[in-house]
């Protein structure tokens, strides 16, 4: 719904310039038909650029620090010990005394 209640004069003016192009294959109202048109291109335009401007940017560092800092970050705890090797090819946690990985051969730091 807010969808439509931003977009909603766009969508008139839309509507109403496409009926002065279908005024303007008659006869008679050519000319008032393409004035009623390009009217309803213009409002049309014009109210896309008040929607856009409503918007705002949703990257603005202007508003950075309006909402609040996050709590800080408790580091996970590691699942192997200190004296132990991780692997980071294939995530193998081989004693420290390995120079390489047991199952890929990669070397562990």
């Known amino acids: 719904m807010k969808f439509f209640r931003q ?26 038909g393409l004035l009623f048109g390009s009217v309803g291109l213009v409002a049309a335009a014009w109210q896309a650029w008040q929607v856009k401007k409503e918007m705002g940017d949703p ?13 800080d970050i408790q580091p ?13 090819r294939c995530g193998h946690i081989v004693p420290d005394d390995f120079a390489r990985c047991p199952d890929c051969g990669e070397r562990v730091r």
């Open 7 to 32: 977009w909603a004069g766009v969508i008139a003016s839309l509507i109403l310039a496409g009926s002065g192009f279908l005024v303007s294959f008659g006869k008679d109202a050519h000319y008032f």
């Open 76 to 88: 996970e705890a590691a699942d192997y010990e200190p004296d132990q090797a991780y692997c980071h």
């Open 59 to 71: 990257y603005d560092l202007n508003k950075l620090w309006d909402s609040p800092l996050p709590e």
